[in-house]
């Protein structure tokens, strides 16, 4: 039976349900993430139960962690760091990306090849492990983590961008503009750039899926945030001696984190056609 959906008015977009769902979990981690500190039933740094690894309950309803604080509020309280840090990496990554990919299409000749060749160069490095070297030599402030991961998924925005934008470029329309006199600003703003908007926020989606598991990677390598804040693969990391007795405290988190990825990608993959494809 074929999933339905449904088709407003005035914005003439079809919605699947399953794409409405993924927004849905989407939206209440962003909404958890501004007002963890007011919804918090604990303060993160307080030991609260005298059990380690305590067991689901009516007064802790996710179970207590290794040292007795409640999982509950330190997961809450984690979204602000995993959305949070992977959001600004995202969108700086896809911003200076699209923007560097833009104009080395309109541009082309030597700036085009010099600027393809050496993000060529750093996208050849694997992600993790200039992560770590970053984060090890320099220090693992949230500053430092938001730029490390936005210039590691950098390269892959400019090279999506620049693809689209080299294709847009060969248009009619674009021949048009130039025999008009119209510069390069104009061709990129006008032109180029509402016309590959739809696949870039798609991919945006994807490279934020991309920085949170990056990011969570880090923390459980104990280079990411820092105690006694602490997102989400952080929270795995430090629990992680409680996975042969099923603790809740390693079990949410790992949930959590899942929860996230499985609803972007959801979302991205029901996107309605008009915000896929601006062509049609």
Do not use: H
């Amino acid at each position: 039976m074929a999933l339905t959906a449904f088709t407003p008015r005035k914005l003439g977009f079809r919605f699947n349900i399953v794409g409405m769902l993924g927004f849905a979990v989407i939206l209440l981690w962003a909404l958890v993430a501004i007002f963890a500190p007011l919804i918090i039933p604990y303060s993160i740094g307080d030991i609260v139960d005298f059990d380690y690894f305590g067991p689901i309950s009516a007064k802790f309803w996710l179970g207590t962690d290794y040292l007795g604080r409640d999982i509950l509020s330190r997961i809450l309280m984690g979204a602000r760091y995993t959305v949070g840090i992977s959001l600004a990496a995202v969108c700086v990554s896809c911003v200076s990306g699209v923007a560097l990919g833009m104009i080395a299409a309109v541009t082309g000749g030597w700036f085009d090849s010099v600027l393809s060749r050496f993000l060529d160069a750093l996208n050849s490095i694997p992600s993790k492990l200039f992560g770590l070297v970053v984060v090890a030599g320099v220090g693992s402030s949230i500053p430092v983590l938001i730029l490390t991961l936005a210039v590691i998924y950098t390269p892959g925005a400019y090279r999506f961008a620049r693809a689209l934008s080299v294709n847009i470029n060969t248009m009619d329309f674009i021949t048009v503009a130039r025999a008009r006199g119209e510069g390069t600003l104009y061709l990129i703003r006008s032109e180029i750039l509402p016309n590959i908007l739809g696949p870039v926020m798609a991919d945006l989606g994807l490279r934020f899926v991309f920085i949170v598991l990056l990011l969570s990677g880090l923390s459980f390598l104990g280079l990411g945030v820092q105690p006694p804040n602490a997102d989400w693969g952080a929270l795995v990391r430090e629990n992680i001696g409680g996975l042969p007795f099923g603790a809740p405290a390693v079990i949410f988190p790992s949930i959590a984190i899942a929860s996230l990825t499985i609803s972007v990608n959801l979302l991205i993959d029901n996107l309605p056609q008009k915000i896929r494809d601006r062509s049609n």
